[in-house]
């Protein structure tokens, strides 16, 4: 036995992420405010006899799955790659401020009724909410460049600067508009992930796709990383591009994920953190286990805030939060017990 | 023609928004020698020995690896000739000992980066060298100061350099593991290697190097001998007054004897 990674092992990790995940995956849309019946929703798929059943579990729990699966996936992977570029535990895809503005552009489109428009799969505020992403991502890079890449000490300062700046801007927003529009706002904050239908996930892979791709292709970088970027140049590590990669996938899929599913918060923090207890912290495996790990939470997080209270919903970032801060604080209460 | 492992021709750098400067500096690191690379805090010891890293790029000069420029070559290139051992490396990621030496094999790998057997021979080897080999399946956050200063020095040397640069290795340890530390450098060396180390403790350079290079304010002002350098006239001008040398009982090496009370003066960059 080794501790070093060997493709075996690495095979043999991701074979039982990758089962967990779909064992979740194919279980979860069975459950919801109506139970569907197996026989009835094979039976559709296998002889085409339609049944309600088959149609809310094709066109309303699939997609809903699916969308849990891909936002906390994202989530996840985007947290893990960070806590190692910020050389921070604490790091998670929000702290670069990309919620920040992706909820100032909620806000607003939510505000303005008259904005509401539709183009193609993305509604008006999918695409404010992408807008304010974009925005927050190239403001961020264009205040942290630095002769040798990318400061990462400036990243972390201007993200929590433009946390509290758009704080400011929703706050103000919110005290302008009617007080009917602030129940929808509030909900949007909240993260939730019932807006879906095929269309609007088709939107989410041109975001996630690229970002998940980038971010996975620097796991063996990401170890060196680890040490500090002057042990990772020694070693060879090209750490400007890495970092800048890393800056640019995290971005892509947080905002892919935020602009449909709210700022849902934990995922990114907790389940990398998880992965590592599990199966060690070699981030070639870190960071796909974690896509499936926080894929398969977000994904059950989600099927608790479907039944708990059907037939109403809760939203799932409260269910997250509930879960996930107690999971976090045991972990931190064990680490203080060793060291 | 035979190429010097590492040379610096006139490098010199300025960080932003500081008045400090390294003055533009020169210098060379020969083949089966360790260069100490001494001076007072702010002297530029570090600066320099980055740039000979290419962990810095310097504003004008250029630096020759193996008669290579190192601004024409890619991390990975570089990687496989020098390796480099900054200060305070460490992590919060808790790895176990053999993956950090594994890391050392990086400038090796393509693709997803798996060891071949020959790279885990490698690693094996460096582990032996480096006297870390029993414990190898460790976390790194297990082991104490001195055995993982010297789990480090196996990452490095496991990409198998031509040049090895280091900053400060020894500078938390106690002195038993300080020699011990120098003890396995010195093995090294002796199979050929160039070692610069930059080091604050004048004493242990004088017990190990070979040559000296001295730094006061940015500037290269003395390189040569032990003899040439370690002398109390050349010390006070740079450490300020009360520095006596006497000689060490069994090596015959000069060693510096500070003197209380003696003033020094404040140097620009802390």
Known sequence: ?339 | MDHKPLCAEGVDYQYAESDWQLFPASFSVMKGEILGIIGPNGSGKSTLLKIAARALSPKAGQVLLEGKDMGKMNRREIARRLAYLPQNAESHLDYAVEEVVAMGRFPYLKGPGFLSSHDMDVVTRCLLQTETECYRERPLSRLSGGERQRVLLASVIAQEPKVLLLDEPTSALDIHHQVRFFTLLNDLVAGGLAVAVVTHDLNLASLFSDRLLLLKGGKIIHQGSLEEILKSQILRETYGDGMEIMRHPTTGRPVVLPTAGSGSHEEGKS
């Open chain 1, 1 to 339: 036995m080794t501790a070093i990674l060997t493709p075996k092992r690495f095979a043999l990790l991701m074979t039982a992420y990758a089962l967990l995940a779909l064992v979740i995956f194919a279980v979860a849309p069975f459950f919801g405010s109506e139970s569907l019946a197996f026989n009835n929703v094979v039976d559709a798929l296998f002889s085409h006899r339609a049944h309600v059943d088959a149609d809310i579990f094709f066109y309303h729990r699939i997609p809903r799955v699916l969308l849990a699966f891909l936002v906390g996936g994202s989530l996840a992977v985007a947290g893990g790659a960070l806590q190692v570029v910020l050389r921070n535990p604490l790091a998670e895809p929000f702290i670069l401020g990309i919620a920040g503005g992706g909820a100032v552009g909620a806000v607003i489109a939510i505000s303005v009724p008259g904005l509401f428009i539709r183009a193609g799969p993305f509604s008006s505020v999918q695409l404010l909410t992408l807008l304010g992403c974009i925005i927050c991502i190239g403001g961020i890079y264009w205040l942290a460049r630095s002769p040798l890449g990318i400061s990462m000490t400036t990243i972390l300062l201007a993200g929590v600067t433009i946390n509290i700046l758009c704080g400011a801007a929703i706050l103000l927003v919110r005290y302008l508009v009617s007080p009917h529009l602030l129940v929808a706002m509030d909900r949007w904050m909240m993260g939730g992930l019932d807006v879906v239908g095929y269309r609007e996930l088709s939107a989410l892979l041109p975001l996630l796709l690229p970002g998940l791709a980038l971010l996975f292709m620097q796991g063996h970088a990401l170890n060196q990383l680890a040490f500090g970027e002057e042990m990772a140049v020694g070693h060879g590590v090209n750490v400007a591009s890495v970092q800048k990669q890393v800056f640019l996938g995290t971005g892509l899929a947080t905002a892919g994920a935020v602009s449909l599913a709210g700022p849902i918060g934990f995922v990114g923090l907790i389940i990398p953190h998880a992965v590592r207890r599990l199966s060690g912290v070699d981030h070639r495996v870190v960071l796909p286990a974690s896509f499936c790990l926080g894929g398969a939470f977000l994904t059950v997080c989600d099927l608790v805030a479907r039944t708990v209270v059907a037939p109403t919903e809760m939203p799932v970032g409260i269910i997250t939060a509930l879960v996930g801060g107690p999971v976090f604080l045991r972990i931190l209460l064990k680490r203080g017990k060793v060291r």
